[in-house]
Structures are given as C-alpha cells and as structure tokens.
T-cell receptor
Framework: NAGVTQTPKFRVLKTGQSMTLLCAQDMNHEYMYWYRQDPGMGLRLIHY???????AKGEVPDGYNVSRLKKQNFLLGLESAAPSQTSVYFC?????????????FGQGTRLTVV | DAKTTQPPSMDCAEGRAANLPCNHSTISGNEYVYWYRQIHSQGPQYIIHGLKNNETNEMASLIITEDRKSSTLILPHATLRDTAVYYC????????????FGKGTLLTVNP
C-alpha cells in the first residue's frame, strides 16, 4: 500500500516550458487535491476533484490545469511555466465528504522555474 | 470559513507534554477542528480532529473548550521526532477540499 505517490520528486523547468505532475493514490479515494507551498507559508489549494471526470478551482488556480480521467490519478499541468510557479507541490486524497475523515498527502514535488 | 490563530513557535523539552493552543473564535456549528503536522517539508500528516468532545488517539489528544472558540493539541510525551510545524484548521465536516492551511506553529522539541 503506497498511499499517495507524486511523480517527479524534483524538476527544473525553463520559463515557457510545459510539464505535467502526476499524483496517484491506491486507497480508492474519491477526493483528490493539489496544493502549492511557498517558503514560510502554509499550503494553498490550486485545484481539487470530487470524483473521476470532475475538477474544480481552488484558491490559486491561475496558470494550472488539471485532469482526473481515472479515479486513482490526478494530473496537474503547467502549460507555460513562469518563475512565480517555483514552489513545492503537494497532492492529497481523501474519502468523500460523506465520511468525515483525514486527507493523505504525498511527499511533494519540488519545482524550480528558471 | 473560520480562521485560526496559532503562536508562530513553541519549545518543549523531550519527554514532557507539548500543549499547542489554537483560537478559532468564529467557528461555525458544523465545522470541525483538524490538526495536521508537517515535518521538515514533508507532506502534511493528519493527527486528529474533533467537533465538540475531547478526542484521543495514539498520537495525541485534542481538547476543545465548551464554547468551541479554542482548542489545545496535546502531545503527551514529546520526542525529538515531534519537531514540526503544526497546523490547526477548521473545516466543515468531511469537506477536505476546504482545508485552509495557515502558517501554523513550529514546535521545537529540545533534548
């Protein structure tokens, strides 16, 4: 049981390049989330998904797109990376809101845009 | 969503109880109090949550005041591995997508 796995763990991009961050969970969770964390700050919600085929915007969605084609995977895309997107990205998953429970987090992806 | 107020940092001696306070004076009746922690930039880890009653699990105890305007997370016997940033979050029951992380409290456990 791997929990929540993020790929890659580290990446350096040039301004304007694109990339996709992959989040995979093996707990059959309905909900999945993408957060970013900047130095000295808490986590901010980018996008989330309440089920396969559904996505919604969080607190800081601009510059990112997401897809949830399979229940176990949640992809975060950067179409044209900017230095302001240098951050640590965390994915999380949880059961649906019908069950008041905890969110499980991945170990993070450290992205640097130069 | 209700906001929380936590001290930016606290120290605790190893083996002693660590008591981390949190104020959430605008909490709504349907909002739970969640505690997570983040060790050295790893992914946050769930600790405990509660609505009205005090809660205890293998990691910690959560004490919520009767008026629900504040709470305290208690680590009964702190170890060096408990050094982390602790986040107190209030959120409607089960709606984890509304987990809003503030800056938390950096707890440093000293030998």
């Amino acid at each position: 049981n791997a929990g929540v796995t993020q790929t890659p763990k580290f990446r350096v991009l040039k301004t304007g390049q694109s990339m996709t961050l992959l989040c995979a969970q093996d707990m059959n969770h309905e909900y999945m989330y993408w957060y970013r964390q900047d130095p000295g700050m808490g986590l901010r919600l980018i996008h989330y998904s309440v089920g396969e085929g559904t996505t919604a915007k969080g607190e800081v969605p601009d510059g990112y797109n997401v897809s949830r084609l399979k229940k176990q995977n949640f992809l975060l895309g950067l179409e044209s990376a900017a230095p302001s997107q240098t951050s640590v990205y965390f994915c999380a998953s949880s059961y649906s809101e019908r069950m008041n429970t905890e969110a499980f987090f991945g170990q993070g992806t450290r992205l640097t845009v130069v | 969503d209700a906001k929380t107020t936590q001290p930016p940092s606290m120290d605790c001696a190893e083996g002693r109880a660590a008591n981390l306070p949190c104020n959430h004076s605008t909490i709504s009746g349907n909002e739970y109090v969640y505690w997570y922690r983040q060790i050295h930039s790893q992914g946050p880890q769930y600790i405990i949550h509660g609505l009205k009653n005090n809660e205890t699990n293998e990691m910690a105890s959560l004490i919520i005041t009767e008026d629900r305007k504040s709470s305290t997370l208690i680590l009964p016997h702190a170890t060096l591995r408990d050094t982390a940033v602790y986040y107190c979050i209030v959120s409607p029951g089960g709606s984890n997508y509304k987990l809003t992380f503030g800056k938390g409290t950096l707890l440093t456990v000293n030998p």
